[in-house]
T-cell receptor, first 115, second 112 residues
Framework: GAVVSQHPSRVICKSGTSVKIECRSLDFQATTMFWYRQFPKKSLMLMATSNEGSKATYEQGVEKDKFLINHASLTLSTLTVTSAHPEDSSFYIC???????????FGPGTRLTVL | SQQGEEDPQALSIQEGENATMNCSYK?????LQWYRQNSGRGLVHLILIRSNEREKHSGRLRVTLDTSKKSSSLLITASRAADTASYFCATDAEAAGNKLTFGGGTRVLVKP
């Protein structure tokens, strides 16, 4: 399977600041990247789907101006949490998928804590 | 929306025992997958079963799929302490493209 990295693995920021999380597919041409949010002991909630070179498709209830997603290449997607607030504290996980496949390969996740 | 529901929510067993967990879903699917997540980490793909398949094996894992009941089961045989993790089922459907819908997960604790 694909090797996916996320950076940073942990970030603590002050309320009102913006935080950028990178997701890199190290050995796989990721035509689609997904961003999920996970609360403690809960399942994954899909935030958005991003295809390389096009705008991300956000799930219902996810604010696109709050969670900016850029999928600049087949190996890199970024999620920027703008004007973060304590309620944005969560575990953010990205995954990648290739053309014609339904299997997703996940990054290790980023723990965001907003003070 | 999360259409997969898993049961039990938590399972505690002794090393060497088998662990069985179930997943139910509501709409027609193309495929059903099982993933494992160690605490604080990303998910690892375990196995994919297509809607026209009934059973699949991979090492100590056995997955069944009953599309008439819209349910799947994951069996881990001869469990090890290293199998301690959360296990999630995920489905994909024609109408949803290649998006996955995850179940609530089963937290498995294997005691040495």
């Amino acid at each position: 399977g694909a090797v996916v990295s996320q950076h940073p693995s942990r970030v603590i920021c002050k309320s009102g600041t913006s935080v950028k999380i990178e997701c890199r597919s190290l050995d796989f041409q990721a035509t689609t990247m997904f961003w999920y949010r996970q609360f403690p002991k809960k399942s994954l909630m899909l935030m958005a789907t991003s295809n390389e070179g096009s705008k991300a498709t956000y799930e219902q209830g996810v604010e696109k101006d709050k969670f900016l997603i850029n999928h600049a290449s087949l190996t890199l997607s970024t999620l920027t949490v703008t004007s973060a607030h304590p309620e944005d504290s969560s575990f953010y996980i990205c995954s990648v998928s290739g053309r014609g496949t339904y299997t997703q390969y996940f990054g290790p996740g980023t723990r965001l804590t907003v003070l | 929306s999360q259409q997969g529901e898993e049961d039990p929510q938590a399972l505690s067993i002794q090393e060497g025992e088998n662990a069985t967990m179930n997943c139910s879903y509501k709409t027609s699917i193309n495929n059903l997958q099982w993933y494992r997540q160690n605490s604080g980490r990303g998910l690892v793909h375990l196995i994919l079963i297509r809607s026209n398949e009934r059973e699949k094996h991979s090492g100590r894992l056995r997955v069944t799929l009953d599309t008439s009941k819209k349910s799947s089961s994951l069996l881990i045989t001869a469990s090890r302490a290293a199998d301690t993790a959360s296990y999630f089922c995920a489905t994909d459907a024609e109408a949803a493209g290649n998006k996955l819908t995850f179940g609530g997960g089963t937290r498995v604790l294997v005691k040495p």
